[in-house]
């Protein structure tokens, strides 16, 4: 019994090390399974950008002078400017990924004033002025959050559309009074300077866009993308007791360098 125990483990060992070093064999009319092909992980953009798509926005102010209610309009000109655009992504498959991005634009922001100006010695003759206040700037700093779906239409190709929610801070010079200058009868009124502050507001918005790159090699490439990202920003008005509101973002279209790893 024990030489015929030991005979059978033995042969059990034999036949277990034997499967464990035979190569497995395909089946009958079926090919053989292809191991799966790497792909790079991390992506990195570094774009030159142009913004526009800017809102121009005014505010009017109602003040009291001289026993009588005046008002004093601005209208600022959001003009379009240049910009960058930064992002990093992580992929999560071949064709999904996770990505953050930063724009930052930065332009000065023309300024026009109008106002009705109470007369001293007489009730309902108000003196018009009008004027133009310079150097006032504007600057949007934002970080993009974006869900990216990813394809490859060629091998040198690689190609995503995203979105998702946006966090932007908005720094802009503000009117928030003017000077005048008048000469006895007083009958009219002239333009001498605005007086501006600066108010930094933040706010949830979203963006969406696309990315197209080629490349020379498997990690370096050049590319492309177009980018529309939004924000409905509430700012504090002249007069302390209202509020106005400032459209952020806008289209962005520029490109750059690609990287992947």
Partial sequence: MHRIAAALVIILL????????????????RPAPRPAQPFERVYISINGAFQT????????????????????TTDY??????AYNISVGGAVTRAFAIGVGVTRYSRSTPTALSASVPHPFFFNRPRTVEGEVAGLSREELAVHVQARAMFSPLPNIQAMIYGGPSFFTVSQGIVNDFEITEDY????AAFSRGLTTEVDESKLGFNIGGDVGYFFTRQVGIGGSVQWSRATIDFP?????????VKAGGLQAGGGLRLRF
């Fill in 53 to 72: 798509g800017g809102e121009d926005f005014a505010e009017t102010v109602t003040f009291r002078e001289n026993a009588e209610n005046g008002t004093f």
């Fill in 14 to 29: 034999g036949a277990t090390a034997g499967a464990q070093t035979r190569p497995v064999q395909p089946r009958p009319g």
């Fill in 237 to 245: 008005a002249s007069s302390g007791n209202a509020s106005f509101e």
């Fill in 185 to 188: 009868p007083y009958d009219t």
């Fill in 77 to 82: 000109d959001v003009k379009s400017g240049p």
